[in-house]
C-alpha cells in the first residue's frame, strides 16, 4: 500500500528521513548521490482546514515533514547556471566520445561562495554519467578479461584546507579506495594516471582548487601537478573561488561586454621551470564564472522573480503560497537581503518558513524575515581563509513599536456609567 506523504511507514520510521550522509568524495557516496538526487518527495500541500482535522501527533509529523522540505530546497536552474552546465557538459562529452589521442580541453568554474557552483557541477556530471552508463550497459567496456575494475566515470574530490600537491593526489585516490601508504610524489601522480585509466574516468572533478595557496615556495610544484593532470586521458573541471588571481592563471581582467576573461601577453619570467605554466592552463581550460543575480534591468529583475516564483512552489506552508515571494516589493527586499546569491537566499527561506510554522501565521512577510539573519555558521563546509565564504549585507532590522501597556488607565465617569 503507498504511503502518504505524512504517514510513517511500517517500522516506525518516516519517509523523509534522511538516510546516512552522503560523502560524494568516495565512490560509493557518489553513486548513493547519483542514484538518489531526485528521491526526495516533499510534504503534502494542505489548507489549514485539512490540517485541523489531524490528530495532534499527524500534525507533528507533518511540521516535520515541511521542516524537511524547507530544509531540502532543489537547487533551481538560473540562466547563469544554465550556462555553466551546458560548458561542463559539453567539454566532457567532447573528451569521453572523441577517439583521438591527446590533451582534453578542461573548464575552470570561478565564481563566489555559495552561488551553487558545486551542486550545477555536480548535477551536470551526474547525468553525463547516466547515460554513459546507459550506452555502456553498466559495465566498463575497457576492462580487463578476468578483473571487476571499480566503474567510474567521474571521479569527484575537494582540496583539503591549506592543500598540497601531495594531499590533493592523495584526495583523489581516495576517491578510488587507492592504497597509498609511503608514496613519494611522483609515485602518486603515477597512480592517480593509473586509477584513472583502469576505472575508466571520463571527468575529474577538483573542487575548492583555489585552496591550493601558490604564493607559498614549497607549493609552486601544483602547476606541474596539473599540467601532468592535462596530459591523462580525462576531462579536468576545476572549481574555486578567485581563479583568476589564484596564480593557476596570470592575473587577468574582465571583460564588461563579453563577459570573457582576458590576459595580457606572457613576461619573461627568468628560468623558473613553471615559467609558461599558467600560460598553458589559459591554453587547455575554458575558464567560465558563476555569477549571482543582479537587478539593475528589466531582464535581470524578472529573471530573480521567475526564481522567487520557482521556490514559492516548494513552500509548505496552510496559506497560498502564489505571490508570497514575488509580489510587492517581497522581490526587492530579499535581494537587499541577499546581494542576489542563491545559497544566501535559501538560508533565508528555510528560517523564514521556520518562524512562520512556529509563529502560527503561516505566511512569509517582511516582518517575519526581519527577525530571520544569516550568518557564516550557517554555511559551515566554505572555508573563510580561502575567500568561499560569500559577503552577507549588514542587516539590522527596524525594532518594533511596542504598543503602550493601559493596564492601569482610568477610563473615566463615561466608562463608569457605560458599565
Known amino acids: ?25 568516495r565512490w560509493d557516496g557518489w553513486q548513493r548521490y547519483r542514484s538518489s538526487r531526485d528521491s526526495f518527495v516533499p510534504a503534502q500541500i494542505l489548507s ?11 500534525r507533528r509529523i507533518h511540521d516535520l515533514h515541511r521542516l524537511a522540505t524547507h530544509s531540502s530546497l532543489p537547487v533551481q536552474a538560473t540562466p547563469m547556471s544554465e550556462a555553466v552546465a551546458w560548458l561542463v557538459r559539453t567539454r566532457i562529452e567532447d573528451g569521453a566520445f572523441s577517439h583521438k589521442v591527446g590533451t582534453r580541453t578542461g573548464v575552470m568554474v570561478n565564481g563566489g561562495g555559495a552561488q551553487g557552483k558545486t551542486e550545477t557541477v555536480c548535477e551536470a556530471l551526474a547525468g553525463f554519467e547516466d547515460e554513459w552508463l546507459m550506452l555502456n550497459q553498466q559495465v566498463n567496456p575497457d576492462a580487463m578479461p578476468g578483473t571487476r575494475d571499480l566503474l567510474a566515470p567521474v571521479a569527484y574530490v575537494r582540496c583539503p584546507v591549506k592543500a598540497t600537491p601531495i594531499s590533493t593526489c592523495q584526495r583523489i585516490l581516495d576517491f578510488y579506495g587507492e592504497d597509498y601508504k609511503g608514496m613519494r610524489l611522483e609515485d602518486l601522480v603515477r597512480t592517480v594516471s593509473t586509477a584513472i585509466v583502469e576505472h575508466a574516468t571520463k571527468a575529474l572533478v577538483i573542487d575548492d582548487i583555489t585552496r591550493l595557496k601558490l604564493h607559498r615556495e614549497a607549493d609552486q610544484d601544483v602547476l606541474d601537478l596539473i599540467r601532468e593532470m592535462m596530459s591523462m586521458p580525462v576531462t579536468l573541471i576545476l572549481v574555486g573561488v578567485g581563479i583568476p588571481t589564484s596564480g593557476l592563471l596570470r592575473d587577468g581582467r574582465r571583460d564588461p561586454v563579453t563577459k570573457q576573461w582576458l590576459f595580457p601577453p606572457v613576461k619573461d619570467r627568468g628560468r623558473s621551470p613553471n615559467a609558461h605554466a599558467a600560460t598553458q592552463h589559459e591554453r587547455r581550460f575554458e575558464l567560465i564564472d558563476l555569477d549571482p543575480f543582479s537587478y539593475d534591468t528589466p531582464e535581470q529583475i524578472g529573471a530573480w522573480t521567475a526564481h522567487l516564483r520557482g521556490l514559492e512552489s516548494y513552500l509548505r506552508l496552510l496559506n497560498d503560497t502564489d505571490g508570497m515571494l514575488t509580489t510587492a516589493g517581497m522581490p526587492e527586499y530579499l535581494f537587499r537581503r541577499t546581494n542576489g546569491v542563491v545559497g544566501l537566499l535559501e538560508k533565508l527561506i528555510q528560517t523564514g518558513c521556520r518562524h512562520a510554522i512556529q509563529s502560527g501565521g503561516e505566511r512569509l512577510t517582511v516582518d517575519v524575515f526581519n527577525q530571520c539573519t544569516v550568518s557564516p555558521t550557517d554555511l559551515p563546509d566554505l572555508d573563510a581563509a580561502s575567500g568561499e565564504q560569500p559577503t552577507i549585507p549588514p542587516f539590522a532590522p527596524k525594532p518594533r513599536k511596542k504598543g ?8 473615566g465617569p463615561a466608562a463608569e456609567s457605560a458599565g
Open 1 to 25: 500500500m503507498k504511503q502518504s506523504d505524512s504517514t510513517p511507514p511500517p517500522g516506525g520510521g518516516a519517509s523523509f528521513l534522511p538516510g546516512p550522509p552522503i560523502d560524494r568524495t
Open 48 to 58: 489549514s482546514a485539512e490540517y485541523a482535522r489531524k490528530s495532534p501527533r499527524q
Open 404 to 411: 503602550r501597556n493601559s493596564v492601569f488607565d482610568d477610563d
